[in-house]
């Protein structure tokens, strides 16, 4: 299949495509006589699995990781329990910190007197520790 219809297939642009060959975790297929890109049902499963793992937050250099095991089907799944739990540690920590960022802002915001600029604290909170 053309890069067009690997793209729609996969529910991603034909430049993100170009972007993971251009990373080295997506093969550059052959190509057609007429220069064409000429991708396979194998390429296809690969990047979903890619999507997939962007979808959930993984990292390039995770998702590399993840191929380079997912390539290796004979060996033992605890590598890859090992990256899944490494990054449900940093969806936790990031969410710790959107909580943090929540309930400032809830702060701020219940702290609003609605005057004028020149008197609101959410301004003054948010200069807090910058030079004047």
């Given at each position: 299949m053309?890069?067009g219809?690997?793209?729609r297939?996969?529910?991603?642009?034909?430049?993100t495509?170009?972007?993971y060959?251009r990373?080295g975790?997506?093969?550059?297929?052959?190509?057609?006589?007429?220069n064409?890109?000429?991708?396979s049902?194998k390429?296809?499963?690969?990047?979903?699995?890619?999507?997939?793992?962007?979808?959930?937050?993984?990292?390039?250099?995770r998702?590399?990781d993840?191929?380079?095991?997912?390539d290796?089907?004979?060996?033992?799944?605890h590598?890859?329990?090992?990256?899944?739990r490494a990054?449900?540690?940093?969806?936790?920590?990031k969410i710790a910190?959107l909580?943090?960022?929540?309930?400032?802002?809830?702060r701020?915001?219940?702290?609003?007197e609605?005057?004028?600029?020149?008197?609101?604290?959410?301004?003054e909170?948010?200069?807090?520790?910058?030079?004047a």
């Open positions: 053309r890069i219809e690997l793209a297939a996969a529910g991603v642009k034909a430049e495509i170009r972007y060959e990373e975790i997506l093969a550059s297929p052959p190509r057609t006589q007429a064409y890109r000429d991708y049902p390429d296809a499963r690969r990047l979903n699995f890619i999507r997939r793992a962007r979808d959930l937050g993984f990292s390039m250099t998702i590399r993840l191929l380079e095991l997912a290796d089907r004979s060996r033992a799944c590598a890859v329990d090992t990256l899944a990054h449900l540690c940093e969806v936790n920590r910190d909580e943090a960022l929540r309930r400032e802002l809830r701020m915001l219940e702290n609003c609605q005057g004028t600029v020149g008197t609101c604290l959410i301004i909170a948010l200069a807090e520790g910058t030079e």
